[in-house]
């Protein structure tokens, strides 16, 4: 499975990693870096992290499973990220909080988790355990099917964030 990241979105989300951007742009993006690669060390997952911008000249890539993308102008890390979108489809979990991104995901096939969910996986083994019934949208109209089952997208959030457990 392919985690795709919006990495400044992701930052902008957690106080901790908003503190380390307001050091650096740099401090940030390292510490985002840090949280995931600890996850992908002990993961089977590829994680890609797209920021804006361009990398610092001379900074060593991070090892393993986690790749950093860098987008160029003219192209923003939302472009990047949805086309990486379309290219992996149901084999990859989107994390943003950016509606036409989640939007684009899904309709690529990928799995959507925004990035409070994603930091909230990552801080906690029982993340699963938590519910993500905040993810579906007010309905207009009642919901039709088993009433104790969740939504298709509360489902492969779910399962996306199982995926964050330590094995």
Partial sequence: MRWLIDG?????????LRAAEARSLQAGRAALLHLVA???????????????????????????RLQVIFSRPPQRA?????????QHGNGAIMVT?????QDAARRAGCAVL????????????????????????D????????PRRSSKRARAAGRALKRLRPR
């Fill in 38 to 64: 600890e996850v992908a060390g002990r993961s089977t997952d590829v994680f890609t992290v797209v920021f804006d911008g361009a990398p610092i000249p001379g900074a060593a890539g991070p090892p393993g």
């Fill in 139 to 146: 309905r207009v109209a009642p919901k039709r099917g088993n």
């Fill in 78 to 86: 939302d472009d990047v990220l949805v086309r990486l979108a379309r």
């Fill in 114 to 137: 925004g990035a409070d969910e994603f930091l909230t996986g990552l801080a906690s083994d029982d993340a699963a355990e938590q519910g993500s019934e905040d993810t579906e949208p």
């Fill in 8 to 16: 400044y979105n992701v930052i902008r989300r957690d106080p901790d």
């Fill in 97 to 101: 909080s950016d509606r036409a991104v």
